[in-house]
């Protein structure tokens, strides 16, 4: 083996800081997805959702259920592409998880307009374990294949590698980043944003607090459910949706507060910080630290930030009077 | 002053733990009975070769499986009072409690095992039990300035972070907790003075009590825990009527309008916190031990959301309702399944209406439909432990949304109801 040491390394180490960013960026693009949905509804609704990663499972599982189980539309379009059936798929999934996220809100969510904040928030961690529960049971002990098109395909740059996967999920959460943003522009938008400042005043103005409400948790679990396709496909669970992904999406919370509850700003900046610093935490080389360790960092991070800012990054402070 | 219960005619009496004759009559029938259950049992009481003396009385409760969920309603009371104490009088939101559950379990198991593969100092119990409250009350106080600057819901995320740190650290200290394969034991309930080999009170073997009661090791360990919780009862009882307990509602009521009024919130707070901690650490050694074995994965979530569970379906703020909660909390999956046992009974005799009604609900085979399957991977339906967390899950939510008081909210109203009767109100 011929000996050149420093030029070598240099060039490894270079690929690994790419490869890691990658990494960091696709999965801080899943946390940003999944902290969105939840600043909305946070911000609607002043509910603080642990259902969220209940929601993303549901979601990937509706869509497994589209595209493989039930295998609709492509039973009736044989001669389709596939990216087209599946794109079909996923957009009956989308529905059907925006249906069941208005249904959520208002069976559970409704009757508690009004209540402390903190009752609310442990009411959704109620609701988090039925719908964990249920789809769970419906996952069963294996994985569930989402049958997506992109498959285990890379595109080879040289100095990294980019999985298909990837690049639409890029791709997609820029789109849906952009289209929240346009949606606060929307007249429902706009009505949206006055409800979160002030719902008895935003009512008075005529605007239908209530469907607002529907609304933000339709859209939530929406968001929901794209983030958790993602985290069941090829580079992440290659094998498919199964019962950790719920489990997963608990590490959105430290985006979430990061960014501070009620900004949409703060939970993509949020989402991709702790993306990048989990992924770029198996660089530390201290052997003590054992396994696991990435899967912690978020929550340090998070700790860190809020005994500086305690109201995360972007969020509002309270005003609070006597 | 007979007959008039409610008439006080000194401070003390108003505000005593037990306030009305009726309370502290019924309290004290209430303990006995509790006391009294392993007896129920045939054979429980007399000498001799054969004994078959027992007190009448329910005697399904003296049996050991049922001993022994009685025991763990104890453990969980520990728990939920301690959960209490933080959310419910002092207001600040925890998920962390699993995390000073756990801690507590493992300083026990260094502390009360013997050095073996794993760390271990062989203690006795009266060093490990107390020491495995004391220590998660220091790691409290540590939390608590989080507290003081972190306010509502994102001290709850928080306190979640708190878990999943916890739960990484228990992976990654596998010389105490043994990892995520073997798990560790932990100490037998044995009262020791020191090392020595004979145990001068031994909980874990069978045996005769004053010569007269025989007990197995489940109705030892269950009368054991039980005096123990009844002096955690009487601490978080009384905590609410001292200065400190006062000063908790306070700052749970108006943090602001009670620093004004001269609580220091900081300080009060972090008591909180470690008062909190210190029943967390004592109930997780206590599970720990009363199971034998731990896995890091016992300190998950779930088990903080149990406690939150107990503490809202039971009556936050309340020491009778947190009892309740930790029993029907505790009760629930055993009287689930035995229940859609006895519905699988119905379905197969095949007899009367109920038996078709029942398998509407059971599915037993793969054709058939059904909301719980009684054979699971087979037939559709939630499984019973799925059925039994969605249950769970959504007496949460109803409690919240119909009885924000809890148990503790219904009871009030019976009470009530008969205290006027025949009047209405």
């Known amino acids: 083996m011929p000996h050149i040491p420093i030029l070598a390394q240099a060039a490894t180490e270079t690929n690994e800081f790419a490869k890691l960013l990658v990494e960091g960026l696709s999965l801080g693009s899943i946390y940003a997805l999944l902290a969105m949905g939840f600043v909305i509804i946070f911000k609607a609704t002043q509910v603080l959702n642990f259902a969220h990663g209940a929601l993303a499972s549901l979601g990937a599982f509706l869509v497994a259920l589209f595209a493989t189980i039930w295998d609709i539309p492509a039973r009736w379009m044989p001669d389709a592409p596939v990216w087209v059936s599946w794109s079909l798929a996923v957009l009956i999934a989308l529905v059907a998880a925006f249906g069941l996220g208005m249904l959520l809100e208002r069976i559970f969510i409704r009757p508690m307009v009004g209540e402390e904040l903190f009752a609310v928030a442990i009411v959704t961690l109620g609701v988090d374990i039925v719908v964990r529960a249920i789809t769970n049971d419906f996952i069963g002990t294996d994985s569930r294949p989402l049958g997506d098109p992109w498959g285990t395909q890379f595109f080879d740059l040289g100095w990294v590698r980019l999985a298909h996967t990837e690049v639409a999920q890029f791709a997609i959460t820029i789109l849906l980043v952009i289209g929240v943003a346009w949606f606060f522009r929307t007249r429902t938008g706009i009505a949206m944003r006055a409800t979160a400042f002030d719902q008895e005043a935003a009512r008075a103005q005529g605007i239908a607090v209530g469907r607002i409400f529907s609304l933000s948790w339709g859209i939530g679990a929406v968001l929901a459910a794209v983030a958790g396709v993602f985290l069941s496909l090829f580079p992440r669970r290659p094998g498919g949706l199964d019962t950790q992904t719920a489990f997963f999406a608990f590490a959105a919370f430290p985006a979430i507060v990061l960014g501070g509850l009620d900004s949409i700003v703060g939970a993509v900046v949020g989402g991709l910080i702790i993306g990048l610093a989990q992924s770029y935490s198996s660089l530390i080389p201290w052997e003590f630290l054992g396994s696991g360790f990435g899967g912690v960092v978020p929550y340090i991070v998070m700790l860190i930030v809020l005994l500086i800012r305690p109201y995360g990054l972007f969020g509002t402070e309270e005003i609070r009077r006597v | 002053m007979r007959g008039r219960p409610l008439l006080y005619t000194s401070y003390e009496a108003d505000q005593a733990m037990l306030n009305t004759t009726t309370k502290r009559v019924m309290a004290f029938i209430f303990f006995v009975f509790l006391l009294a259950i392993p007896l129920f049992k045939v054979g429980s009481i007399g000498g001799g070769e054969d004994p078959m003396g027992a007190l009448p009385g329910p005697d399904f409760l003296a049996q050991d499986d049922w001993l022994k969920l009685l025991t763990s309603v104890c453990i969980f009371a520990i728990a939920g009072l301690g959960l209490n104490i933080l959310t419910g009088l002092a207001g600040q939101v925890s998920l962390g409690h699993a995390f000073f559950m756990g801690l507590g379990a493992y300083v026990a198991a260094v502390l009360g095992m013997p050095s073996g593969a794993l760390w271990g100092l062989g203690l006795p119990i009266w060093i490990w039990l107390p020491v495995a409250g004391l220590i998660p009350a220091l790691v409290g106080v540590l939390v608590a300035p989080t507290a003081v600057r972190v306010r509502g819901l994102y001290l709850a995320i928080v306190t979640l972070g708190l878990v999943f740190i916890g739960e990484y650290l228990w992976r990654n200290l596998d010389f105490i907790t043994g990892g995520s394969q073997s798990g560790r034991s932990h100490p037998e309930f044995e009262v020791r003075l020191w090392k020595e080999e004979q145990p001068l009170i031994d909980f874990s073997t069978e045996g005769t009590w004053f010569g007269v009661f025989n007990l197995s090791s489940e109705a030892k360990t269950y009368i054991f825990l039980l005096l123990l919780t009844v002096i955690f009862i009487v601490i978080a009882k009384n905590l609410q009527r001292t200065r400190v307990g006062r000063a908790f509602m306070s ?120 909301l719980v399957n009684t054979a699971a991977g087979v037939a559709p339906g939630l499984g019973i432990d799925q059925l039994n967390l969605v249950i769970y899950g959504l007496l949460i939510i109803g409690f919240l949304i119909f009885e924000p008081l809890g148990l503790y909210g219904i009871w009030l109203r019976i009470r009530n109801y008969w205290k006027g009767w025949p009047f209405t109100y």
């Open chain 2, 251 to 370: 700052i749970r009521d108006r943090d602001i309008a009670a620093e004004v009024m001269g609580v220091n919130e900081f300080r009060y707070k972090t008591l909180a916190f470690a008062i909190s901690s210190f029943f967390a650490g004592v109930s997780g050694a206590l599970l720990a031990s009363f199971v034998g074995r731990s896995i890091p994965e016992t300190w998950i979530l779930f088990l903080s959301v149990q406690i939150i569970a107990i503490v809202l379906i039971g009556g936050a703020g309340t020491v009778s309702g947190t009892l309740m909660g930790a029993a029907f909390v505790t009760l629930l999956p055993r009287i689930i399944r035995d229940f859609t046992q006895w519905m699988q009974g119905v379905v197969q005799s095949g007899e009367g209406v109920l038996a078709s009604l029942f398998d509407l609900v059971l599915s037993t085979g793969p054709g058939d439909f059904g």
